[in-house]
């Protein structure tokens, strides 16, 4: 296990994040395809080893732009323990149609978010990630 500093730990995730602010990313395949790992995993826990690969990543973070297109994603603290940072974000955005079953409002969330990401040789190699989009859901819904 590599031991990472503070710098290599914020160059390894930063092109990720940046996927995760909308009006600024670039190409979701060809960044996702440079700072992931072939056997990247990304694991959200809903589910008990509920975990998909680089090419659903590439889909579910592209899908981010038809369904929240203002989404931001803004790094609030970075954690690192050898070849593991954790960070807590913020997530904010307005969806532009139904998001998680809720109608259209027009309204906005803001919603906290922890990953740990795995860094393997210079790339992301895992990521579990919670985000609290319960909070969100009740954001949307509210009167």
């Known amino acids: 296990m590599t031991s990472?500093?503070?710098?290599q730990a914020r160059a390894a995730i930063a092109p990720w994040y940046s996927l995760f602010n909308i009006a600024s990313r670039g190409?979701?395949?060809a960044i996702q395809e440079q700072i992931l790992t072939e056997d990247y995993e990304s694991c959200a826990g809903y589910l008990p080893?509920?975990?998909w690969g680089r090419e659903t990543s590439i889909k579910v973070v592209s899908n981010f732009a038809n369904s929240i297109p203002d989404m931001t994603f803004d790094i609030k603290e970075v954690l690192v323990a050898g070849d593991r940072v954790i960070v807590r974000g913020e997530v904010t955005g307005?969806?532009?149609?139904?998001?998680?079953?809720v109608p259209h409002s027009?309204?906005?969330?803001?919603?906290?978010?922890?990953?740990?990401?795995t860094i393997?040789?210079?790339k992301i190699a895992r990521t579990f990630h919670m985000e609290n989009w319960l909070s969100a859901i009740g954001q949307l819904r509210a009167k």
């Open 106 to 117: 027009g309204r906005s969330f803001r919603i906290m978010a922890v990953d740990i990401q």
């Open 120 to 122: 393997r040789d210079g």
């Open 27 to 29: 190409d979701v395949k």
């Open 49 to 51: 080893g509920e975990c």
């Open 94 to 101: 307005t969806p532009s149609g139904d998001l998680f079953g």
């Open 4 to 7: 990472l500093t503070q710098a």
